[in-house]
């Protein structure tokens, strides 16, 4: 498997960085302003061919001034791309204070649009397709179903609105950070032994491999035979936006170029580290030259 497809979202993110977060009905300045491509289809892509996969992010945006944004953007990285239009371009509003908390809106837009219909005919044979959940659930189901024999699919289930048991079975990879873990198991993880806990839960459960992210305590796999922990790089954090992202990204990169899993959750960990060191999502992805300096 030597491509990887990202079937997934893409929006326009605009980040304002202010002292506190707004009341209803309060106007506060910002400090600072930032508008960026976001959604995690397009962030997982970019980590992706960041990372030196050959890298196609598919999905939908507006015929509007947004979507010629996410163009521009998306030319300047090393990605193919197969973009359709839909109605507006998928927005998200994001608003962090000096402490680092936030407030996010986000209008699905043409992501919401992407439909099996628009996949006919796109063939995809032996690589590594990447899903999460900011598309429509029937597409994603029609994703395993088409794709899901003649291709690796790693599936995030972010965000965890609806929990689809078809796709997550059909998946070979399930990586849900702590949060969606917890969700997905029914059991709060608030240690590296709930995390293995409820790693096992889901293996049962879905019968496949279980990458859970543990943010500032690595990663860990249940592939059913073993569970291995995955320590975390020591880094000095500034803003965790997108690092699961960017970890997804990575360890798909890494899987076309070695067989080995464990190398390749060390790297996406490695990697993921480098993105919480700078501020936004994909402007702090690394290269995967950056990884091989810092941590060689
Ligand atoms: P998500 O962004 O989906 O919530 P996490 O917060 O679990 O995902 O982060 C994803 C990965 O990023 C982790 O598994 C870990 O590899 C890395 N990571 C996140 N925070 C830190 C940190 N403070 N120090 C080192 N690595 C981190």
Redesign the pocket.
Same mark, same amino acid.
């Given at each position: 498997m030597n491509r990887v497809f990202v079937i997934g979202s893409i929006n326009v993110d605009i980040l304002m960085l202010s002292d506190h977060l707004p009341e209803p009905g309060e106007t506060i300045k910002a400090g600072s302003f930032y508008v960026y491509p976001g959604g995690k289809g397009a962030n997982q892509a970019i980590s992706s061919a960041r990372m030196g996969a050959n890298t196609t992010l598919i999905g939908k945006i507006g015929n509007d001034y947004f979507g010629s944004l996410i163009k521009d953007f998306i030319g300047k990285e090393n990605l193919n791309s197969i973009i359709m239009y839909g109605q507006k371009t998928g927005m998200a509003f994001i608003n962090v204070d000096k402490n680092g908390k936030n407030m996010i809106s986000v209008f699905s837009g043409a992501n919401n649009d992407l439909r099996e219909e628009d996949l006919k005919d796109i063939k995809i044979d032996n690589s590594i397709i990447m899903l999460q959940q900011e598309i429509p659930m029937d597409t994603i189901e029609y994703v395993i179903k088409t794709y899901g024999r003649n291709n690796l699919i790693i599936t995030d289930p972010?965000p965890i609105n609806e929990i689809n048991d078809f796709v997550l079975s059909g998946s070979d990879y399930i990586t849900p950070?702590?949060v969606e873990a917890s969700k997905l198991s029914g059991m709060h993880i608030n240690s590296r032994e709930d995390a293995f806990k409820a790693s096992e839960i889901l293996y049962k459960k879905y019968q496949t491999n279980i990458i859970i992210?543990?943010?500032?305590y690595?990663?860990l796999l249940n592939n059913g035979n073993e569970i291995r922990y995955f320590k975390?790089?020591t880094?000095n #954090?500034r803003d965790?936006t997108?690092?699961?992202?960017?970890?997804n990204g990575a360890f798909a990169a890494m899987l076309t170029k070695t067989s080995d899993v464990n190398k390749s959750i060390e790297i996406?960990?490695m990697a #993921?580290?480098l993105s919480?060191t700078e501020y936004g999502a994909f402007p702090s992805f690394p290269y995967l030259n950056d990884v091989k300096t810092k941590f060689n």
């Open positions: 972010s950070n702590e992210k543990l943010g500032s690595g990663s975390p790089s880094v #954090a965790t997108g690092a699961g992202d960017c970890f996406a960990n #993921a580290a919480v």
